[in-house]
């Protein structure tokens, strides 16, 4: 090698400096360009070099390097051809003109491989353009960065400021990543307290155990996005009704990147929702009461007009038959062998109109004979007939309240009903041992008491007397009470089904109320309440004979049936009295406006074609007469005279009546309003 290097820079050939004869010219006209050609091609390499360490896109880049190597074996060349003037170093000098040919051939080679991507380069003009293009779209990628912090900042500070909504973000893996006001106020917790914890914090135990926060997770994941509804717990370990949405959060390659969960505190919504439910409840049992109370309101109703209809023929009838018998009665001895024949049918009569009002009893509309009286006193009549009436192995106890207020009733049929609740009750007792409490007391109930008690039944608020009968036996399943009191109803062998019917319609003729308690096993209790009154107690009056009773004067019968005018006209012409007749009211006003100085009293029936007996007083009353009006039908007492409450009715008389009724009471109104001596 060191000869090598020797061979290189031995002196032994001619320097051309010599070669030129000592020239100046020549000599300086070749170095001082070979000069300068050396520096600038060492300058050139030396810039290259520095722009492909400095610039990340020319680092490594072999034809850069390729280039920069050639410009700087050129460099060589033209310095060796310097040194070559005064010292003759060929052998070196053509070394370097090797190695630079050899460079100029790896950059000549990488030239012409980079000439076709030369030629698709852009021009200057499209460089410049290209450039302005780069430089917008530079300037709008900066825009739209600004834009979009403003906006993640605008976001930020809306999910921070949402108050009514919990927002917060879940890693994969349900972790809790971010938190905002709204959370803090619904669940109690600050972020630095949940931050880093996972979200099943928020469920129970038994939700936890259940996997519904993971079931929650991965529907989100499957279907994009999750709603449900349930209880969630806050810090203070309270409970609240949430609705939830979780989102699954994914990016531009669809990978997982965690979840967004939105929680609302619908608590008051759905308690709301809860007492509306209920209401509706409420208002459907309501309806469904009140539609059976219609139903059966509209059965009794139907009941009625038949009853009606029947008692108006059929007591017209009756009533003929029975004043007629009276008449017979009066005309024949009482020692005649017929007397006792005419005495046996008036006792059928008499049990044919007690089948009328039984009818009648049943749809509120019965034969009632009013009277003031004690409940207790009804009572304690009937102790002897009660206790013979139920089963040997069922005892009564009475609990009878001694300050009990009078009441207005009929007392044959308020037997009839405390018989007949007696009896069921003993009944239900059936053959085991057993006890039937009989009681009595006085209330005051307000319209809601009535209507939480006595609905459906038109009650009045005000004071009541309530009779009680409960018993410990068998009980009432509710179908059975739902159909207690519909006609023929019954679930005894031989029952026919009107005890309890029939109860019915005497209270609601009575303008009372009934109630019912009972369950299986646990025995049953009816309640019935009456109106109460200040009236003193009616004292027994001793019947009177008919027979011994003369009077005089005029008395006008209105009828629409011929049979009732004819026995009135005959009973009233046996005692004394001169009778005229009318079929109808209008008949019986012209009578009046003919003869009405002489008539002193008018017997009028209540039902009658053109001018019923209602319409019939109202006119003569209108028109300035004065005479007393006894009203006569087969309605009950109480719902006929209610029709001329405060109009100066000066009697009724229930159909069929008796002939010695008939003379009673015409005696008792015009003995009232005849003139004192």
Not at 554 to 560: A, G, I, P, Q, S
């Amino acid at each position: 090698m060191g000869k090598l290097c020797m061979r290189l820079f031995a002196p032994d050939l001619t320097p051309l400096g010599v070669s030129w004869g000592g020239e100046p010219w020549a000599v300086w006209s070749s170095v001082i360009p070979d000069a300068v050609i050396a520096l600038g091609c060492f300058v050139l390499a030396l810039t290259l070099l520095h722009l492909t360490l400095r610039r990340r896109g020319l680092a490594g880049n072999g034809i850069v390097l390729m280039v920069g190597a050639f410009i700087l074996a050129c460099g060589l060349t033209h310095a060796m051809e310097v040194y070559t003037t005064w010292h003759a170093a060929f052998r070196l000098a053509g070394a370097v003109k090797i190695v630079a040919a050899a460079a100029s051939l790896g950059a000549a080679a990488c030239m012409v491989r980079l000439e076709p991507k030369i030629r698709r380069a852009p021009g200057l003009e499209e460089a410049l353009a290209l450039d302005q293009t780069l430089s917008a779209e530079r300037g709008e990628r900066r825009a739209a960065e600004r834009l979009l912090g403003e906006s993640q900042e605008r976001l930020h500070l809306l999910i921070e400021g949402v108050q009514d909504y919990a927002i917060f973000m879940l890693d994969p893996q349900g972790v809790i990543i971010s938190w905002n006001a709204g959370a803090e106020r619904i669940k109690g917790y600050r972020a630095e307290e949940v931050l880093g914890r996972h979200f099943t914090l928020f469920y129970s135990a038994e939700d936890v155990a259940a996997g519904v926060p993971g079931r929650e997770l991965a529907t989100a994941v499957a279907e994009g996005v999750c709603r449900t509804e349930g209880q969630r717990i806050r810090k203070d370990g309270s409970r609240f009704q949430a609705h939830v949405t979780i989102t699954a959060l994914r990016d531009a390659q669809g990978q997982l990147k965690g979840f967004a969960k939105v929680t609302r505190d619908i608590t008051q919504q759905a308690e709301a929702e809860a007492r509306l439910k209920a209401f509706n409840q409420d208002l459907e049992s309501m309806v469904q009461a009140k539609t059976q109370e219609l139903l059966q309101s509209q059965k009794l109703e139907s009941m009625g007009l038949l009853a009606g209809g029947i008692a108006h023929d059929f007591n017209n009838l009756l009533g003929a038959i029975l004043g007629n018998l009276g008449l017979a009665q009066m005309e024949i001895s009482p020692m005649a062998p017929a007397r006792a024949r005419l005495e046996t049918i008036e006792a059928l009569v008499v049990r044919a109109s007690d089948l009328a009002r039984q009818m009648l009893a049943y749809s509120g509309r019965g034969k009632f004979q009013l009277k003031t009286l004690n409940l207790n006193d009804l009572v304690r009549e009937m102790t002897h007939l009660l206790g013979i009436s139920i089963s040997k192995k069922a005892v009564i106890r009475y609990g009878l309240d001694l300050g009990l207020p009078s009441i207005e009733a009929d007392p044959t049929q308020l037997q009839q009903v405390v018989m007949n609740l007696v009896i069921n009750a003993s009944d239900a007792i059936g053959e085991r041992s057993g006890v039937i409490t009989i009681g009595t007391h006085s209330v005051r109930l307000d319209e809601e008491a009535l209507g939480r008690g006595y609905a459906g039944q038109k009650l009045a608020a005000g004071h009541y007397v309530c009779l009680q009968v409960a018993d410990n036996g068998a009980g009432m399943t509710p179908e059975i009470m739902n159909r207690i009191f519909d006609p023929f109803f019954t679930t005894k062998f031989t029952g026919r089904g009107l005890g309890l019917a029939a109860i019915q319609g005497i209270v609601r003729g009575h303008h009372g109320g009934i109630q019912v308690q009972s369950e299986p096993g646990r025995g049953t209790t009816f309640r019935i309440i009456f109106p109460a009154t200040s009236l003193p107690v009616d004292a027994e009056v001793p019947k009177e004979l008919a027979a011994a009773y003369q009077g005089a004067g005029t008395v006008l019968v209105v009828d629409d049936e011929e049979s009732i005018r004819a026995m009135a006209m005959g009973i009233l012409g046996h005692i004394g009295f001169r009778a005229l007749q009318a079929e109808d009211g209008l008949e019986a006003l012209k009578l009046l406006r003919r003869h009405s100085p002489e008539i002193s009293l008018v017997i009028m029936d209540l039902t009658m074609p053109h001018l019923d007996g209602e319409e019939t007083y109202r006119a003569l009353r209108q028109e300035g007469f004065t005479t007393p009006v006894i009203l006569s039908s087969g309605f009950n007492e109480m719902e006929a005279v209610n029709r001329f409450m405060g109009k100066g009715l000066a009697g009724f008389l229930q159909k069929p009546y008796r002939a010695a009724d008939l003379v009673k009471l015409v005696r008792s109104v015009l003995d009232r309003d005849a003139p004192e001596a």
